[in-house]
């Protein structure tokens, strides 16, 4: 079955450092790829997307590129913010299914 | 406009003990969906709903969860007789249509945490 996988946290980095949170997948289809972040007291909300292989998702400073040869969607962010922690999930919906896979989150403290 | 609202937001309950867990979608979101992530782990699918019917129920864990939409408004999820490895956090998401969901945006609501002791 469809499955997402997530560097653990909690990623702790000093205000401006650069972030890269890890995800890779594995799908039997065609999958569109998501990042969701959940801000402390809030739902879920959609960050980026990509839909094909080699798209590029942005969003807020945020990059994500779809890699279908390394079944990876890693998150990035040249200079990050204390506004910026949360907890990150990275998602896939695949080909024929209607709901998303999640993986299990990976926490981001930013220090100022 | 109003998002997704839950409730509670959070419960404690005894083992053996019923829960009840409330959803207000979007107004107008014909897709209604139910999630849960426990201890931390992966945040898994439970159900679908379009409008007041079940699309897909395939995540759900066992007979001992019930979900309704009656009138294809707000949804309830109850768990009876509740064990502890229900324990987590329950999540809400809406969404206009089906097509908005391929692209990936659910609107969720703040989740209700659920603690079986």
Same mark, same amino acid.
């Given at each position: 079955?469809?499955?997402?996988?997530?560097?653990?946290?909690?990623?702790?980095? =000093?205000?401006?450092?650069?972030?890269?949170?890890?995800?890779?997948?594995?799908?039997?289809?065609?999958?569109?790829?998501?990042?969701?972040? +959940?801000?402390?007291?809030?739902?879920?909300?959609?960050?980026?997307?990509?839909?094909?292989?080699?798209?590029?998702? *942005?969003?807020?400073?945020?990059?994500?590129?779809?890699?279908?040869?390394?079944? =990876?969607?890693?998150?990035?962010?040249?200079?990050?913010?204390?506004?910026? *922690?949360?907890?990150?999930?990275?998602a896939?919906?695949?080909?024929?299914?209607?709901?998303?896979?999640?993986?299990?989150?990976?926490?981001? +403290?930013?220090?100022? | 406009?109003?998002?997704?609202?839950?409730?509670?937001?959070?419960?404690?309950?005894?083992?053996?003990?019923?829960?009840?867990?409330?959803?207000?979608?979007?107004?107008?979101? !014909?897709?209604?969906?139910?999630y849960?992530?426990?201890?931390?782990?992966?945040?898994?699918?439970?159900?679908?709903?379009?409008?007041?019917?079940?699309? !897909?129920?395939?995540?759900?864990?066992?007979?001992?969860?019930?979900?309704?939409?009656?009138?294809?408004?707000?949804?309830?999820?109850?768990?009876?007789?509740?064990?502890?490895? !229900?324990?987590?956090?329950?999540?809400?998401?809406?969404?206009?249509?089906?097509?908005?969901?391929?692209?990936?945006?659910?609107?969720?609501?703040e989740?209700?945490?659920?603690?079986?002791?």
């Open positions: 079955g469809d499955s997402v996988t997530q560097m653990e946290g909690p990623v702790t980095l =000093s205000e401006e450092a650069f972030l890269t949170i890890n995800c890779t997948y594995t799908a039997t289809g065609y999958p569109s790829l998501f990042w969701y972040v +959940q801000y402390p007291g809030e739902g879920l909300q959609l960050l980026l997307k990509a839909t094909k292989a080699d798209d590029k998702g *942005s969003n807020k400073g945020f990059e994500a590129t779809y890699r279908k040869e390394t079944t =990876s969607f890693h998150l990035e962010k040249g200079s990050v913010q204390v506004s910026d *922690s949360a907890v990150y999930f990275c896939l919906m695949d080909t024929g299914r209607r709901a998303l896979t999640f993986g299990s989150g990976t926490r981001l +403290q930013v220090q100022p | 406009e109003a998002g997704v609202t839950q409730f509670p937001s959070h419960s404690v309950i005894e083992k053996g003990q019923t829960v009840t867990l409330r959803c207000d979608p979007i107004s107008g979101h !014909d897709n209604l969906y139910w849960r992530r426990v201890m931390g782990k992966e945040i898994k699918f439970l159900l679908h709903f379009v409008k007041e019917s079940k699309q !897909d129920e395939s995540g759900m864990p066992n007979n001992r969860f019930l979900a309704e939409r009656t009138g294809g408004t707000y949804s309830t999820l109850k768990v009876q007789p509740a064990e502890l490895e !229900d324990s987590g956090v329950y999540f809400c998401a809406s969404s206009p249509d089906p097509a908005t969901v391929r692209t990936g945006e659910l609107f969720f609501g989740g209700s945490r659920l603690t079986v002791l």
